[in-house]
């Protein structure tokens, strides 16, 4: 059983919890996730570790309640208990000397992209932070993203902060504009870092994706996650989810991500609740 010490609203369905879990926090790195149960009986929740504190033991999780499996999470009360924390899982991110990165981040893809930020940061890496949300209301954590960043261009959908449009635009210009990256980061809904990745392959600029891919046990046995790199199947859970953005067949992502939407949603309608 593992402790809920602190849980904030950061936006709507928008939570951060920080939970109590020593083994995991000690080992865990950027790119590691975890995979979480809120009851003996509930589904896995794979869920990006977006820091960890080894002194303290515990592992903050930032978490959009999308469905029922984490609305039951993010519903238990400070001082409860979450039933399994299994991690850290996946390949931790190779984090190389980079001079300039440009880091294309969307909704809740900033929980993931925090930990890369603060690990190539400590590398000495100059970041320039591209922060996009469908409204002003969704940009979360943008003090931590400005902490981590030399820049941070803000984008809404609606232009109800920062420039109105999509990440891809600004990213567009900067690199139209012939200033230099040594690689580019894009986290997000699947479709947004499918854009990203087209823009950067346009010039030439190697690009990390995470891959948010629908998982079951997270260590490689089922076959859930896989996805097609150059065309060769991976498994996301294992071999990712980091990989190269370029080399990703996002289409088939898409596909396997909505295998389950009918269930999803009798889920949501049985229990009189909407899906986000
Ligand atoms: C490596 C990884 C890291 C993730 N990190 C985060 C994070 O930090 N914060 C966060 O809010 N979400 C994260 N997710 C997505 C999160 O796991 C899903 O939103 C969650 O499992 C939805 O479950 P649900 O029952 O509430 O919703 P459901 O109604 O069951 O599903 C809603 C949508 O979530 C996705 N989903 C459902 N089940 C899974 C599953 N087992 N694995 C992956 N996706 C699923 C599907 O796209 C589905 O359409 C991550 C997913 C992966 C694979
Ligand atoms: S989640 Fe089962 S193989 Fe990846």
Do not use: W
């Not at 033991?57 to 519903?75: E, F, P």
């Not at 984090?95 to 992209?113: E, F, L, S, Y």
């Not at 690689?183 to 990745?197: C, E, L, T, V």
């Amino acid at each position: 059983m593992f402790k809920v010490l602190e849980k904030d609203l950061l936006a709507e369905n928008i939570y951060r919890m920080v939970v109590e879990a020593p083994l995991v926090a000690e080992k865990a790195k950027a790119g590691n996730f975890v995979i979480v149960r809120v009851s003996d009986v509930g589904e896995r929740i794979p869920l990006t570790i977006c820091d960890n504190d080894p002194e303290r033991g515990t592992l903050t999780l930032i978490i959009q309640a999308v469905g029922k499996s984490t609305r039951d999470l993010v519903n238990i009360p400070v001082g409860d208990y979450v039933k399994d924390v299994l991690g850290p899982l996946g390949t931790a991110t190779e984090i190389k000397d980079m001079g300039r990165i440009i880091a294309v981040m969307g909704g809740i893809g900033v929980a993931p992209m925090l930990p890369l930020l603060r690990a190539y940061r400590k590398k000495g890496a100059e970041i320039i932070s591209i922060l996009g949300a469908r409204t002003k209301d969704l940009l979360i954590l943008q003090d931590e993203v400005r902490s981590l960043s030399d820049e941070v261009i803000l984008v809404t959908d609606d232009g109800s902060e920062g420039m109105k449009g999509l990440v891809t635009d600004p990213l567009r210009q900067r690199l139209e504009s012939g200033e230099h990256f040594d690689m580019a980061i894009a986290i997000g809904p699947a479709r947004m870092m499918q854009a990203a990745s087209k823009v950067t392959k346009e010039f030439n600029l190697p690009t990390l994706v995470s891959l948010n891919s629908i998982m079951i046990d997270g260590t490689g046995m089922c076959g859930g996650c896989r996805v097609s790199i150059n065309g060769e199947t991976k498994f996301a859970c294992v071999d990712g989810p980091d990989f190269d953005g370029h080399a990703v067949n996002f289409d088939e992502l898409v596909v396997r991500q909505g295998y389950y939407r009918d269930e999803e949603d009798h889920v949501c309608r049985t229990l009189g609740e909407e899906r986000v």
